[in-house]
């Protein structure tokens, strides 16, 4: 028998190329469609997004005056320069007085309107309007008008004094400025909270819920042992956005208070913003900008890791 490779033969063997060569043109048209059809977003995020983080954290290594239009290499400095700043300490606490007091507020009182609404009351409808309106006004003309209502001699010091109270000044005081934020920002976004913490509440089963009615389980403890669990990892969805856009919020605090007084108000963003933009210190201001998103990165990270030990209920 002779050793040759047998070659195969007959009137199917050129039609089964045919089809395998016009399979191989379809696989790289597709590839092609979704390709250019990714182009544009791929394009996008070059270019408003990685581009600027690199370009971030290359300025932080630099003294860059955009005024002079100077570039020199400074090493570390920035980054030392805002370790003996004069100006952390104070912006430090602003900033997790703030973040704490805005997730705290805002994740209770989301979970607590969505408890209402999940009663199916008379009036939900008008109520669950109410708090979500908010969400789909425009931040500046939100924050401008809570500037008025605000101010000493505002709406609210109005209203207070009707009932025989005078009101401070709200934006101006030592402990009421931050407060006033603080509210002013959970008043915007606890509507999306609340939507989230509903629709979870709603796909708890109610088989389980009955169960533990029929084990002796009272309302508090149902909540506790059956719907928190259960909704637990729309709770963890919400803090890890909540903490993340606390750590961002900028505009309230420049139409609200400035940064002040004394800056009692001024976060690590709008710490950034004066040192980029008002004193013309693009490096020191890139050094802020990275420090601020690796605490993003940080407080993420350990949100995800401690997920394991309270979120009970994955899919």
């Known amino acids: ?99 704490a007091g805005l997730v705290v507020l805002n994740i209770c009182l989301a979970l607590l309107l969505a408890v209402l609404l999940n009663q199916r009351l008379r009036g939900t409808t008008v109520f669950r309007t109410l708090f ?33 109270v005078d009101g401070p000044n709200w934006l101006r005081g030592d402990t009421t400025s931050l407060v006033s934020v603080v509210v002013v920002q959970v008043f915007k976004n606890v509507g999306l909270n609340m939507v989230l913490f509903l629709a979870a509440l709603q796909g708890v089963p109610r088989s389980l819920l009955e169960a533990a009615e029929i084990d002796g389980a009272g309302a508090w403890r149902r909540f ?9 990892p729309t709770t963890l969805l919400a803090t890890i956005v909540t903490v993340s856009g606390s750590l961002q919020v900028f505009a309230q605090i420049q139409i609200l208070t400035g940064g002040g007084p004394d800056n009692r108000t001024n976060v690590l963003v709008y710490f950034f913003y004066q040192q980029a933009f008002d004193n013309h210190d693009f490096g020191y201001g890139s050094a802020i900008a990275v420090v601020l998103f690796a605490v993003i990165l940080v407080l993420t990270l350990i949100q995800w890791r401690l997920r394991r030990r309270w979120v009970f209920h994955e899919s």
Not at 134 to 157: D, E, K, R, Y
């Open 1 to 99: 028998m002779s050793d040759t490779p047998m070659t195969r033969t007959g009137p199917g063997a050129p039609e089964q190329r045919a089809n395998h060569g016009r399979l191989r043109t379809l696989r790289r048209e597709d590839a092609l469609t979704g390709w250019l059809f990714v182009l544009p977003q791929a394009l996008g995020f070059l270019a408003f997004v990685l581009y600027p983080l690199i370009a971030v954290v290359y300025y932080s290594f630099h003294h860059s005056n955009v005024l002079s239009g100077v570039t020199t290499y400074a090493g570390t400095k920035n980054y030392t320069q805002l370790i003996h700043d004069p100006a952390t300490p104070s912006v430090a606490r602003a900033t997790v007085l703030f973040c």
């Open 132 to 164: 979500f309106s908010p969400v789909v006004v425009s931040l500046v003309a939100w924050t401008i008008t809570w500037n008025f209502l605000l101010q000493h001699n505002g709406g609210v010091n109005s209203l207070l004094r009707v009932a025989g």
């Open 224 to 232: 506790r042992s059956v719907v928190l669990p259960m909704i637990s």
